[in-house]
């Protein structure tokens, strides 16, 4: 495979981008050796998501680099390109949440994220692993000291005025080297010194306690608890001015486990884990994991410590700040425990991980005992949604070995305007197998649409006319929208599965999959549609009438408050009781 192309490569430094059939770029990688590398995904057998990736691989193209440090930037610059599919396997889809302290004369407290940030002079501290994170601390700070909460400045004292959580700064004079003072403690407990803010706290808890009211002493009792919990010393004690970054790995059977603690004012403040397949070596898996990180974070640390496979001095030039190894002493320990919490994380998700695996195993077994099938390896869904037979969609969702392809996920905007579901499943099953055949995609292994016999037996039809061999079946819901019947062969029969079986269990993940993803679908057209369209698709609405109702409410809102009595006032009965039934599903 690829012998030719890959007898071209060089044994030089850069990036390789590898594409599928439709020439878009779906992985990239960069490495010291491109030969090397490229050759290693074609000449060996893989696993997991390398193989995933390699079967979908149509061909590749490379960039060389006069160096390994330019071809960490161009990765990074790559990536964020082409956002390639199986690169974002282990990307946020947001980036690290910060507390920014404003520089106004009344500064408040706000959480932003880097797209926000990067021309902001105020103080900024994190990166936090979650708004969760972020937000707790937030309020532990506004609660603790009277900062101005309200947006735009109001003409009287507001509740927070009154609650002694505001001191009043719309309505009063403030001291300024109060708020200095109160500025000046925050951005030393953001920067981990906590010894102010729980002195405080304490302080406040004793004068509740005092008045006799323990309830509001429990709640500062809570706050003192919180902080110490999440500030308490490791097994490690650094010097309280160091602020760092340790950042450690586990891999082991193709995942990796990724751990970066934070350590500020030589406290544990927070960490960021994740775990992910690999598709390269863990080196290269845990060196991209970093430059994206840090590529995304602009409130950066003095130093890192990374394990010594690290190339450091690359991540030096590219991030200007330091990148090391400890070898003994205080930090080497800090770097185990990173190590360790990476190593720990892996254990926990894997049992996890490995648990659902079992499971979606059991039931693809399941499945393909129950239809009687060689394969049951790509599976793609149909649901149709209407309103009355307006605004007609299909919505097509695909597993691979049990697992949702989201980016194989499919919409369809169905052409015939009536409310005929036979009519929409022959139309979206010719309109997605005909491209099938046409374009050469991967054909699946099992066709399973929502409905009973009749849908069933339509999309075979459509199916056989295109010459193409997919077993079909069905999955029907009872009558409260639930996952209830399977239905196959031919002639289709209901086929018996225990409801607390895992394949039950998988197919219920699906059929609700399929649904959610077509009546998402579904409103975005429908949020699209002029009034007029939508009645026009109502029967017994003609011109006249139509505009009748245009004239009096104008809006879909103003229609749905009118009773049935008022829209009788206009429509005959038997339309307005329809026109009412449509109106209380339309934002359904």
Not at 484 to 506: A, H, M, Q, T, Y
């Amino acid at each position: 495979m690829f012998k030719e192309e890959l007898s071209l490569v060089p044994h030089l430094p850069g990036c390789y981008l590898m594409k599928n059939k439709d020439n878009i770029v779906i992985y990239v990688g960069k490495s010291k050796n491109l030969k090397n590398r490229l050759s290693s995904y074609f000449q060996r057998e893989h696993t997991g998501k390398t193989m995933m990736l390699v079967r979908e691989i149509d061909h590749f193209e490379y960039i060389v680099t006069n160096t390994e440090m330019e071809s960490l930037l161009l990765e990074i610059n790559l990536i964020k390109k082409y956002n390639p599919k199986y690169n974002i396997l282990y990307r946020d889809d947001k980036s690290y949440p910060y507390i920014e302290l404003t520089s106004d004369k009344v500064p408040t407290l706000r959480i932003i994220r880097r797209i926000n940030v990067k021309k902001v002079k105020n103080n900024l501290f994190g990166p936090y692993p979650n708004v969760g994170a972020a937000r707790k601390v937030v309020e532990i700070l506004n609660r603790i000291y009277p900062l101005r909460k309200c947006k735009t400045y109001e003409k009287r004292e507001c509740l927070y005025y009154h609650i002694g959580q505001c001191l009043g700064y719309c309505t009063h004079e403030v001291d300024e080297n109060k708020i200095k003072e109160m500025k000046s403690e925050i951005i030393s407990f953001l920067n981990g010194n906590t010894k102010v803010l729980t002195d405080r706290i304490t302080e406040k808890m004793k004068i509740f306690s005092d008045n006799l009211d323990y309830e509001k002493a429990l709640e500062y009792k809570e706050l003192l608890n919180y902080i110490n919990i999440t500030t308490e010393k490791q097994k490690v004690d650094l010097d309280n001015s160091v602020n760092i970054d340790v950042a450690s790995y586990y891999a082991k059977d193709n995942y990796i486990s990724i751990q970066i603690l934070f350590i500020r004012g030589g406290k544990l403040l927070d960490r960021n884990r994740n775990i992910f397949p690999m598709i390269d070596t863990e080196e290269e898996e845990f060196s991209r994991y970093l430059s994206e990180f840090y590529n995304k974070n602009v409130s950066m640390p003095k130093e890192v410590l990374v394990p010594d496979n690290l190339n450091k001095e690359v991540f030096e030039e590219v991030f200007k700040i330091k990148f090391m190894t400890p070898i003994k002493g205080e930090k080497k320990k800090i770097l185990d425990l990173a190590y360790d919490n990476a190593r720990i994380y892996y254990e926990e998700q894997m049992t996890y991980i490995k648990r659902d695996e079992d499971k979606i195993t059991n039931a693809l077994e399941e499945l393909k005992d129950k239809l009687k099938l060689d394969s049951v390896d790509r599976i793609e869904l149909f649901d149709n949604s209407n309103l009355f037979g307006t605004f007609n969609v299909s919505g097509m969702v695909v597993f691979v070995d049990g697992k949702p392809s989201k980016n194989d996920y499919r919409k369809f905007k169905i052409t015939n305007d009536k409310n005929d579901d036979y009519g929409t499943m022959r139309e979206v099953i010719y309109r997605r197998y005909f491209r099938v055949l046409k374009d050469g995609l991967v054909k699946p292994s099992l066709v399973i649409v929502d409905g009973g016999p009749g849908q069933i037996n339509v999309a075979r039809e459509v199916i056989n006319e295109l010459g193409l061999d997919i077993p079909v079946c069905g999955l029907k819901k009872d009558d409260k929208h639930a996952t209830n019947v399977l239905l196959g062969f031919d002639p289709v029969v209901e086929i018996p599965i225990d409801k607390r079986s895992d394949l039950f269990l998988l197919l219920t993940k699906m059929q609700t999959e399929v649904h959610n993803f077509t009546i998402s679908y579904h409103k975005q057209i429908r949020s699209k549609g002029a009034l007029s369209t939508v009645l026009d698709n109502i029967e017994g609405i003609g011109e006249v009438r139509k505009n009748k109702l245009l004239k009096k409410y104008k809006t879909i809102s103003k229609m749905k408050e009118a009773s049935l009595e008022e829209l009788e006032e206009i429509l005959p009965k038997d339309t307005a009781i329809t026109f009412k039934e449509f109106l209380d599903n339309y934002d359904k």
